[in-house]
């Protein structure tokens, strides 16, 4: 509602009313659903995509399950530059989170029905590099899908590299596949009988969904073919 000031003294003479007017504003808003329509994934601190609430003077909130006090902290609660930004950086702390539009006065909204989730989770590997009994294959599993830096492009050749040091056998070229992202089959062709003192080392730096990164350097000792 709308108020104004009265001053009365002591005997009780009441002045004219303020000029200006007080607004008690009590009603939160409700576009929180619309500031982030759809559930999302990225890395802690990751960079999130919004939409403007249409109100500069509201603050956009990332924050826990029914949150009802906000204050920034980078680990479990941040805050949008603004109330028309179009981003907003993710707590560091892996979890589940929530948009909350507060308006100038304090009111707070609902939480949103969409869900960010921050992974901190890096990628792993889960079954160790293996060669085949003729050391002309080579597989290697890992606990997720994994991707280039982008968090989505195919792994190919170049940024998954095996090499062989010691022994007899050479590698002269290889190839490397995958059908599911998670497990990946290298292709060797080799020069020379492997008398089992190879040893094959694959290299590189691998990307989950949401680009929490590992770099890789596992190994596996040839079969002596000898």
Do not use: C, H
Request: proline share 3%.
């Amino acid at each position: 509602g709308a108020y104004r000031i009265f001053v009365l003294d002591a005997v009780g003479n009441a002045s004219s009313a303020s000029t200006a007017v007080l607004t008690v504003d009590t009603s939160p808003p409700t576009n929180q659903n619309a500031v982030f329509p759809n559930a999302a994934s990225t890395k802690g601190g990751g960079t999130v995509t919004i939409v403007s609430s249409g109100d500069t003077t509201n603050n956009v909130w990332l924050a826990v399950a029914s949150t009802t006090s906000f204050s920034v902290n980078a680990a479990s609660m941040t805050k949008a530059a603004n109330g028309i930004a179009t981003s907003i950086t993710a707590p560091t702390n892996a979890g589940t989170y929530y948009i909350y539009v507060v308006d100038a006065a304090g009111n707070a909204s609902s939480q949103s029905t969409a869900a960010l989730t921050v992974d901190t989770t890096a990628p792993s590997i889960s079954t160790a590099l293996a060669v085949n009994g003729t050391n002309t294959s080579a597989t290697i599993t890992f606990s997720e899908a994994v991707f280039k830096s982008d968090g989505s492009t195919r792994l190919t050749a170049t940024e998954l590299v095996p090499t062989i040091a010691s022994g007899t056998a050479t590698l002269t070229s290889y190839t490397v596949s995958t059908t599911n992202d998670t497990t990946f089959t290298f292709a060797l062709t080799l020069s020379g009988t492997s008398d089992g003192a190879e040893v094959l080392t694959l290299t590189g730096t691998v990307y989950d969904g949401v680009t929490n990164s590992t770099a890789i350097s596992p190994t596996v000792t040839f079969n002596d073919l000898a």
